[in-house]
T-cell receptor
Framework: KAGVTQTPRYLIKTRGQQVTLSCSPI?????VSWYQQTPGQGLQFLFE???????NKGNFPGRFSGRQFSNSRSEMNVSTLELGDSALYLC???????????????FGQGTRLTVV | SQQGEEDPQALSIQEGENATMNCSYK?????LQWYRQNSGRGLVHLIL?????REKHSGRLRVTLDTSKKSSSLLITASRAADTASYFC??????????????FGQGTTLQVKP
């Protein structure tokens, strides 16, 4: 079974630009979550999608957005990039079902975003 | 805000020794998971323990959970150089069940010297 795939692996962008990151979950997983990892703040939850609906959102500005497609693939977008957005962005998928208990979350290798 | 706190922040041991990492959290949880991360790469899932479980084993890993103290420990026995990595605990708080939100600790950096 293929794991969680994130593309691209590395990205360099200029301040003010926007960026789109992609995540393909494990086949059969309908829940996709996104996290930002920085040396200062650690791993922080961005948002979670299930069946194309955002179910939960972390404490990030509106410049951070996401969506999920009918095949469960997800994208996250960051607009008007700031230097502080430089981070490792991780995507996780799980079998979490509506009304069910949380299960193991499996992570991709991440996208390393550098804003210059 | 980060819910989990891990202790120690860094640990250095010799190959063959055991490594113990601790995690504390603040609110009631549904389950707690441990992850490993090598050099800023993706997180590898190690083990999940539910709030009604007290101990769980997986190979050389042993996890305990004390919900009365809101703490968990991860024991790696007979460590190997390949165990060198950062280890994170992650919880999902009650009330946010099934919303896929994990709250991570700051992690413990483990170095296993050959």
């Amino acid at each position: 079974k293929a794991g969680v795939t994130q593309t691209p692996r590395y990205l360099i962008k200029t301040r003010g630009q926007q960026v789109t990151l992609s995540c393909s979950p494990i086949s059969g997983h309908r829940s996709v979550s996104w996290y930002q990892q920085t040396p200062g703040q650690g791993l922080q939850f961005l948002f979670e999608y299930f069946s194309e609906t955002q179910r939960n959102k972390g404490n990030f500005p509106g410049r951070f957005s996401g969506r999920q497609f009918s095949n469960s693939r997800s994208e996250m977008n960051v607009s008007t990039l700031e230097l502080g957005d430089s981070a490792l962005y991780l995507c996780a998928s799980s079998r979490n079902r509506q009304g069910g208990r949380n299960t193991e979350a499996f992570f991709g290798q991440g996208t390393r975003l550098t804003v210059v | 805000s980060q819910q989990g706190e891990e202790d120690p922040q860094a640990l250095s041991i010799q190959e063959g020794e055991n490594a113990t990492m601790n995690c504390s959290y603040k609110t009631s949880i549904n389950n707690l998971q441990w992850y490993r991360q090598n050099s800023g790469r993706g997180l590898v899932h190690l083990i999940l323990i539910r709030s009604n479980e007290r101990e769980k084993h997986s190979g050389r890993l042993r996890v305990t959970l004390d919900t009365s103290k809101k703490s968990s420990s991860l024991l790696i026995t007979a460590s190997r150089a390949a165990d060198t990595a950062s280890y994170f605990c992650a919880t999902d708080a009650k009330g946010s069940s099934n919303t896929g939100k994990l709250i991570f600790g700051q992690g413990t950096t483990l170095q296993v010297k050959p």
